[in-house]
């Protein structure tokens, strides 16, 4: 079994920064990448970032390249998400899904957390 906790979400201003954290327990894809997404009620779920666990290889979406910064620590099975110059638009439910490859399609990741809002409003 594998289990997904996110936690790092909240209020925040525009221009302001976040850290999401995800950390990864059970017999999850060790070998395979960890992502975020995202889904505001008014959307469809969309990719953000993932990162693979081996080599440290990223992949963002072009709204998070310059904003948000993935990360890792393995010994910690832990995966970061830095969101920085937040914006109105970001505001949404963050989720972190393991899979066994790094792709942008919800539909690699097989194991899911339950989510963290982000809320950006002054």
């Known amino acids: 079994q594998v289990q997904l906790v996110e936690s790092g979400g909240g209020l925040m201003q525009p221009g302001g920064s976040l850290r999401l954290s995800c950390t990864a327990s059970g017999d999850f894809f060790r070998g395979g990448a960890l992502a975020w997404f995202r889904q505001d009620l008014r959307k469809e779920r969309e990719f953000v970032a993932a990162?693979?666990?081996?080599?440290?290889?990223?992949l963002y979406a072009d709204f998070a390249e310059t904003r948000f910064t993935i990360s890792r620590d393995n010994a910690k099975n832990t995966v970061w998400l830095q969101m920085n110059s937040l914006r109105p638009e970001d505001t949404a439910v963050y989720f972190c899904a393991s899979g066994a490859y790094m792709r942008r399609s919800e539909s690699e990741y097989a194991d899911w957390g339950v989510g963290t809002q982000v809320t950006v409003s002054s």
């Open positions: 990162i693979r666990w081996i080599g440290g290889r990223t």
